[in-house]
Each structure stands twice: as structure tokens, then as C-alpha cells.
């Protein structure tokens, strides 16, 4: 048999580019985020804003300051001026959306990010998680979580949720397996911060894998499901219950 020319060759490649390029284009893009606002009935997030920075600041900045910043890229902060211009560096950051976490209790207590979104490929990360201690373990901040995964999957059509955080962050580790993540493996080396090379734990969800870690937060979150303030079951009980 002979072989084809060396025009026939590369009319083949290209045409086989080609069909790569429908078959993508036809799975279809995720949609590029944006700030919104979601409503819960214990939280709510909106676009952040440089009136949001005094608060989030004085609540992070108090007795577990230390705590809550270790495992950040950056701070804590010296001052309030320093956090401001901090704040206006996420704000003109157009690669991350930023959305400012309100209670009716305590008020502005934190942010959560989209950020690394690959839209033609649907996958997107969420990350930079800041909770001052009034948010810390309460339902809201579960509720956050949910609203912000749901409008993820539901809304912008991402099919892979990717959450990361080095190897010695226990909290966000524990965090990533109640939620419902799956630990896909370690990155040597793979982030730099504050000045020192460390591992970083990759987790990730799936679209198919939200129908039903989203029905096990809707379970959760149920009035029926707590007494005095209380949960009856665990998010990871319910959700376990449910696959089986």
C-alpha cells in the first residue's frame, strides 16, 4: 500500500482538527462568573466592594488572626489602609470573582472565590475561602458553600468543581471531605507561600457527583433537621445514606 502524499497528509490532519474543534464546540462552554447575588435563609453573598473592607477586616484581624491567615497566600494585614489596598487588587483582578458573605447577625464575616476558571473545558476552582470566627461551624457557613456550589453547577454549567489547600491544612482538608469532595492526590511543591515551597491537596467535584451532594445539603439544611440550633444528622451521614 502507499503511502499518502505528503498534501494528503496534512489535508487529513486538518480535517481531523476540524472535527475536534466541532465535537468541542458542540459540548459547549461553561459560562464565565461573574459577581451576582444568592440569597439563603441564613446567608447571603454579593458582589464584594471596597465597603465591605472595615468589617472583614476588624473580623479578622482580632484575637485568631494568626489562625486565620496561615494558610493564605497573603497576610494578615498591618493595617486597615493595607487591607483596603489589598481589597482593591482583588476588585481589579478580572481572572477571580469575589463575593462578600453577609449574615444578619454579625454582618460582613468573610469571602468566597471563583477563580483558575477554564470555561471551554467547564472546569472552575473555588478558593481564597476567608471566614472571620462568627462564621466559622455554623449553618450559614455551610449554607454558603451551598449556594455558591449550586450556582456553579446549576447556573454556570462547570462540570468539574476543583478545591485545593496544602497538605498541613487539617480544617480545609476535613472541610473538602464533609462537603463531598474527592481527594484526587498531592502536588509536590506545588504552590509558593509566604517564601516557602509546600504540597498541595488536590479535591475535586463532578456535575454528575453534585445531583447528589446537593440533595444531601437541601436534606441538611431542612429545618426538620436541626433541634435548638443543633444538627439531628451530619451533612456526610445524609449524603452517605443517600448512595446507598
Known amino acids: ?17 476540524e472535527t475536534w474543534k466541532r465535537l468541542s464546540k458542540e459540548a459547549g462552554s461553561a459560562i464565565v462568573p461573574s459577581a451576582v447575588t444568592l440569597l439563603g435563609n441564613h446567608v447571603s453573598l454579593a458582589p464584594l466592594g471596597p465597603e465591605d473592607a472595615d468589617d472583614i477586616f476588624r473580623l479578622t484581624h482580632a484575637g485568631e488572626r494568626d489562625a486565620i491567615w496561615a494558610e493564605m497566600k497573603v497576610g494578615p494585614f498591618d493595617s486597615v489602609e493595607s ?10 483582578d ?16 468573610g469571602w468566597l472565590c471563583l477563580m483558575e476558571a477554564r470555561p471551554a473545558h467547564r472546569v472552575i476552582e473555588l478558593g481564597y475561602v476567608l471566614f472571620a470566627p462568627a462564621l466559622q461551624q455554623t449553618i450559614a457557613a455551610s449554607e454558603s458553600f451551598f ?7 446549576d447556573d454556570l454549567g462547570y462540570r468539574r468543581l476543583e478545591w ?14 464533609r462537603l463531598g469532595f474527592v481527594f484526587e492526590g498531592i502536588l509536590r511543591d506545588g504552590l509558593i507561600l509566604k517564601g516557602r515551597a509546600v504540597d498541595i491537596c ?10 447528589l451532594a446537593g440533595a444531601a445539603f437541601e ?19 445524609i449524603r452517605t445514606a443517600n448512595a446507598e
Open 164 to 177: 485545593t489547600c496544602t497538605t498541613g491544612n487539617a480544617k480545609s482538608r476535613r472541610a473538602a471531605d
Open 147 to 153: 449556594l455558591i456550589m449550586r450556582h456553579i453547577f
Open 94 to 109: 478580572r481572572s477571580r470573582t469575589f463575593l462578600t458573605l453577609r449574615t444578619s447577625a454579625a454582618g460582613r464575616v
Open 83 to 92: 487591607f483596603w489596598a489589598h481589597v482593591g487588587e482583588l476588585l481589579n
Open 1 to 17: 500500500m502507499s503511502r499518502p502524499a505528503a498534501g494528503e497528509s496534512l489535508g487529513a490532519e486538518m480535517a481531523g482538527q
Open 202 to 211: 488536590m479535591y475535586s467535584m463532578l456535575a454528575r457527583e453534585w445531583a
Open 219 to 237: 436534606a441538611w439544611l431542612s429545618h426538620d433537621n436541626f433541634v435548638d440550633g443543633r444538627q439531628i444528622r451530619s451533612l456526610k451521614e
